[in-house]
Nanobody, 122 residues
Framework: QLQLVESGGGLVQPGGSLRVSCAASRFTLDYYAIGWFRQAPGKEREGVSCIRRGGGSTNYADSVKGRFTISRDHAKNTVYLQMNSLKPEDTAIYYC???????????????WGQGTQVTVSS
């Protein structure tokens, strides 16, 4: 079974940057669409970004367009989410997920990581 591990979360000041990573062992992530989701306390899980199988086209939630960038490193079997110009409302647990299609709906994804906390605060 595919296992995903997120890393790179932490505390950052408003306006700062952070990069979170999603890595897998034993299975190549190229075979999957990878999505990034986030969930803040008391809120539903929301789609942030996704990238199609094998790389290529991407999709972003309106709230992060122009600030976040999703990418793949095929050699490292890792998908990244580069987050710039961070705002306090970006504070959440960030999850990566693997599925068949690049969609921002959680139910499209079969495999999930355990999440990494991102806190944006001064």
């Amino acid at each position: 079974q595919l296992q995903l591990v997120e890393s790179g979360g932490g505390l950052v000041q408003p306006g700062g940057s952070l990069r979170v990573s999603c890595a897998a062992s034993r299975f190549t992530l190229d075979y999957y669409a990878i999505g990034w989701f986030r969930q803040a306390p008391g809120k539903e899980r929301e789609g942030v970004s996704c990238i199609r199988r094998g790389g290529g086209s991407t999709n972003y939630a309106d709230s992060v367009k122009g600030r976040f960038t999703i990418s793949r490193d095929h050699a490292k079997n890792t998908v990244y989410l580069q987050m710039n110009s961070l705002k306090p409302e970006d504070t959440a647990i960030y999850y990566c997920a693997a599925g068949r299609r690049c969609e921002l709906r959680p139910y499209e994804y079969e495999y999930w990581g355990q999440g990494t906390q991102v806190t944006v605060s001064s």
